[in-house]
């Protein structure tokens, strides 16, 4: 599986971004993909996840209400919809595809629970 992020950039608190993940080599059936973000000196967190097949959703507590994950299947694309954006949310965005061995809906299962990784892209907010 191949992933490749877009979107990230400069922009001013309060500000939105919507950052996209096009993939290749995953399949509705059995693939989720996930957000992450990593801040200079911080640990790589988990912002959101989705089951391709049925939408199906995790999301950080802190981050809901701000960031929302979606995905148009037809291209296989999952995307991250920023809002409200904060000094802190300045990091390099990650999004990453989980296989999922199980039917239903779809549980988290933190970074190592991925398989493949994009490169990233990065987000700055700054004034």
């Known amino acids: 599986v191949q992933l490749v992020e877009s979107g990230g950039g400069v922009v001013q608190p309060g500000g939105s971004l919507r950052l996209s993940c096009a993939t290749s080599g995953a399949t509705v059936e059995h693939h989720a993909i996930c957000w992450f973000r990593q801040a200079p000196g911080k640990e790589r967190e988990g912002i959101a996840c989705?089951?391709?097949?049925?939408?199906?959703?995790y999301s950080e507590e802190s981050l809901k209400g701000r960031f929302t994950i979606s995905r148009d299947n037809t291209k296989m694309t999952a995307y991250l919809q920023m809002n409200r954006l904060r000094l802190d949310d300045t990091a390099r965005y990650y999004c990453a595809s989980e296989y999922l061995y199980y039917s239903g809906s779809y549980y988290y299962t933190g970074v190592n629970g991925m398989d493949y990784w994009g490169g990233g892209t990065l987000v700055t907010v700054s004034s």
């Open positions: 989705i089951r391709l097949s049925d939408g199906s959703t």
